[in-house]
């Protein structure tokens, strides 16, 4: 039986992960830092959380020691980096703390593998957050970066330390630029999720302006479900490297609204424009969407859409579920939870 680490178990990509680990037969080490609360209700909604094969581990990424010994108490053969400070605007407000985990935390797990045992073959969960202004497009792996949030050039320190490290001292250390990857399990903070749960409290006759930002901005959404498969064969391969993972299609902001709308029979009509936009119900007129500038960023990443030819080559990997059904299905996910008033 092969074991694996996952950092970021409590995640929306840890929790797919560990799943797909776990159906492979895996013995899985779910990584979680210590809190007062700690969440897991991913791996709950995932039927996962008592799995025989699946043991729960308290650690932090910020910490070298607790590294080292995460690594000697679970002697695993594949470590999946996913935990970071995730989230792109309160990287804005929160920058150091950002560069400590998310830029600086992947060394120590770099440097445990060094001294624990040099075998173990390492996953970091690189973002296309690094292309930010973007250099060419489509995006792919020789696409120059240029990140634009603190939360960016933190992801590319840990990039270019997973290659270093790969390239200095052998070390089998992948790394997957993942574009924008949503679903049922997405933190409700991301726009994608932000949108579907209002859709759904919506329809279930709890009436609310939907307040938010930039809709212009255009990103490459794929189905979260598909990406761990891809992380997983970047592990699988002969030598370490490097991969985009994509859909292709890009799509502005506004028209994941339109989508999510249109799932409950609702057709938007747009008015205004910039900071002045807003969305009404083209039927009975109510305003449903309304643009607020305090969600805008300082700074902003316009458009994004990757090229996986790479991985569809090497990994024989392709995503395969559109942004209509992916929005559909996440739509679907948060009316049941509506229903069953456990909205999370
Ligand atoms: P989430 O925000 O859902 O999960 C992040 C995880 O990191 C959580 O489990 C969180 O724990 C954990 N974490 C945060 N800080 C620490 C710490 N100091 N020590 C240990 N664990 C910590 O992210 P996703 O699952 O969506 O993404 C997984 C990874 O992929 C992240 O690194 C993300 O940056 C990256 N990525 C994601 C993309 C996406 O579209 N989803 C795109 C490209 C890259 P807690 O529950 O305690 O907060
Ligand atoms: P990101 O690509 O990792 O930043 O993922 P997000 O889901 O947080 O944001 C995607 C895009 O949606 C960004 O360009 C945001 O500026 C834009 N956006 C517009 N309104 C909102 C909002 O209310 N919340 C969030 N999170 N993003 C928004």
């Known amino acids: 039986m092969k074991t694996a680490v996952i950092t970021g178990i409590t995640g929306q990509d840890g929790a797919y992960l560990a799943q797909l680990l776990l159906e492979k037969d895996y013995r899985v080490y779910g990584a979680y830092r210590r809190s007062s609360s700690v969440a897991f209700w991913r791996i709950a909604e995932l039927g996962i959380a008592d799995h025989p094969h699946l043991h729960l581990v308290e650690y932090d990424l910020t910490d070298l020691s607790a590294s080292i010994r995460l690594l000697q108490n679970t002697r695993p053969q594949e470590v999946y980096n996913l935990a970071a400070q995730s989230f792109v605007g ?4 929160q920058p150091l703390t950002t560069a400590e985990i998310t830029g600086l935390g992947p060394v120590h797990l770099l440097e445990a593998i060094r001294i624990v045992n040099p ?3 390492f996953y970091q969960a690189s973002t296309s957050e690094m292309f930010g202004k973007v250099q060419a497009i489509p995006q792919n792996e020789f696409t ?3 990140p634009r949030s603190p939360y960016g050039v933190a992801k590319l320190y840990a990039h270019w330390m997973t290659v270093n490290y790969r390239e200095s001292y052998g070390l089998f250390a992948a790394s997957g630029i993942l574009f924008n990857h949503e679903s049922p399990l997405r933190g409700s903070e991301f726009v994608t999720r932000k949108i579907t749960a209002a859709v759904a409290r919506r329809a279930t006759g709890q009436v609310e302006v939907l307040e938010l930002g930039n809709l212009d901005a255009r990103r490459d959404w794929g189905y979260a479900r598909e990406y761990v498969e891809g992380m997983y064969r970047m592990l699988q391969t002969d030598q370490p490297d490097t991969f985009v993972l994509a859909t292709g299609r890009t799509e502005t902001v506004r028209d994941f609204v339109r989508l999510a709308f249109q799932a409950i029979d609702i057709d938007l009509e747009w008015q205004g424009v910039a900071e002045q936009e807003e969305g009404r119900d083209r039927r009975t007129g109510q305003l449903c969407v309304r643009v607020n500038s305090c969600f805008y960023r300082p700074a902003e990443v316009d458009l994004l859409i990757g090229d996986a030819s790479k991985a ?12 209509e059904q992916l929005c559909q299905l996440m739509v679907d996910a948060d009316l049941r939870r509506c229903q069953h008033s456990g909205q999370h």
């Open 90 to 93: 309160v990287s804005f407000d």
């Open 119 to 121: 075998e173990i073959r």
């Open 144 to 146: 120059p970066f240029y």
């Open 312 to 323: 569809r080559h090497e990994l024989d990997w392709q995503a395969r579920t559109t942004l």
